[in-house]
């Protein structure tokens, strides 16, 4: 379970991109976190797992965020980054999925294991001795996505994973998140995907809530045109 209370994010330019936010994520919920550029969406993901400053608290699993514990946050909260270039760095894509789990000191055999479970959880078994230089779009998304979950995250958070994939590759990532069973927050402009694999949508405007509820919110034309979003 993920809560946000009173949480604020300001900036060194003094724009308050997060504005007093009070939000609970139970554990299972699948939640599209929609809003028109700027609205705070990346800001609030990348607040949840400390990489950015903030004010109020936020708790995940019954652990508080705060220096001491941001490492255990951080593996409980895996955040896929928007460009899977940020998130791939390693000569292969085995690498690449290998870094966590290396970086917290799991053996070379365990590692492996993972590294292959997680790979075939995904079907992306073939990709294992690719140069992530060398993948389409689609197959970093996928990639990039599996170097998160071998850290066996309890909440799985994406920042606009449909950006720049075609139609078979955004198939393909729907047909992946079905299949897991995380906890989910996906941050997206793309409506239709937010309907296909969330059943909350959570929709930010100006850094706050301006609606939280189900599917039906996404038909609500007055509703998403004042948040300056297109309607199902």
Do not use: W
């Not at 800001?43 to 949840?48: G, K, Q, V, W, Y």
């Not at 689609?138 to 998160?148: Q, T």
């Not at 296909?196 to 599917?215: E, M, Y």
Request: net charge neutral; with cysteine.
């Amino acid at each position: 379970m993920l809560k946000i209370r009173n949480v604020t994010v300001v900036y060194p330019d003094k724009t308050k991109a997060i504005d007093n936010i009070d939000l609970t994520v139970n554990t299972g919920e699948n939640i599209a976190l929609i809003g028109e550029n700027g609205a705070g969406k990346t800001t609030l993901l990348l607040a949840i797992v400390g990489i950015l400053e903030l004010s109020g608290t936020i708790e995940i699993d019954g652990i508080q965020l705060g220096k001491k514990t941001v490492n255990e946050i951080r593996k409980r909260a895996g955040l896929v980054f928007q460009n899977p270039d940020d998130q791939l760095f390693m000569p292969l894509v085995f690498d690449d999925v290998a870094f966590g789990c290396r970086n917290y000191g799991m053996r070379e055999d365990e590692v492996k294991l993972k590294v292959d479970e997680t790979l075939k959880q995904l079907n992306i078994c073939h990709l294992s001795a690719r140069s992530p230089l060398k993948l389409s779009g689609g197959e970093k998304r996928l990639a990039a996505l599996a170097a998160v979950l071998a850290m066996e995250p309890s909440i799985l958070m994406l920042d606009e994973p449909t950006a720049y994939l075609d139609p078979k590759a955004k198939r393909a990532l729907i047909e992946a998140l079905k299949k897991l069973n995380h906890t989910k927050i996906i941050a997206t402009h793309d409506i239709a995907f937010a309907a296909n694999v969330c059943s909350r949508v959570v929709i930010l405007k100006n850094g706050q809530i301006a609606a939280d509820g189900t599917l039906s919110i996404l038909h609500d034309k007055e509703l998403m045109q004042n948040c300056g979003l297109d309607s199902l």
